[in-house]
């Protein structure tokens, strides 16, 4: 899943499509560096399903930050592992003004974007 997160952080479409199963893989997948994502927080993982939210830019939320949280499916043929589906729920973020912004800075939310 990290290395899914990545691709999709820097626009490697190649990979993307290399690592989705092609029987559930949208057909003209393309994606583009994208620096909106943040941060990506495995919850747990399986054999077979990683839970994970991954935190982004949202200019439509409240504080301008949102989680996509997502139940990976994932099945294993040979020595490759291929995303297959997944059940994903967007929320945006409510963060208290002692919390660690999410924006990377490493400071206090109340010093750093709820200033902006």
């Known amino acids: 899943m990290r290395s899914r997160f990545s691709a999709f952080v820097l626009g490697l479409s190649e990979y993307v499509n290399k690592s989705w199963l092609a029987s559930t ?9 994208d620096d909106q994502w943040l941060k990506l927080e495995i919850i747990k993982s399986t054999d077979s399903q990683v839970h994970f939210k991954a935190y982004f830019k949202d200019p439509d939320s ?8 997502e139940l990976s ?5 040979g020595e490759h592992w291929f995303y297959v589906s997944g059940d994903t729920q967007i929320q945006p973020i409510i963060l208290n003004r002692n919390d ?17």
């Open 25 to 33: 893989r949208p057909q003209n997948l393309s994606v583009e560096p």
């Open 62 to 69: 409240p504080q301008g930050f949102s989680v996509l949280e």
């Open 73 to 77: 499916d994932f099945i294993k043929e």
């Open 100 to 116: 660690t912004c999410l924006c990377g800075s490493e400071k206090k939310y109340k010093k750093c974007c709820a200033n902006k």
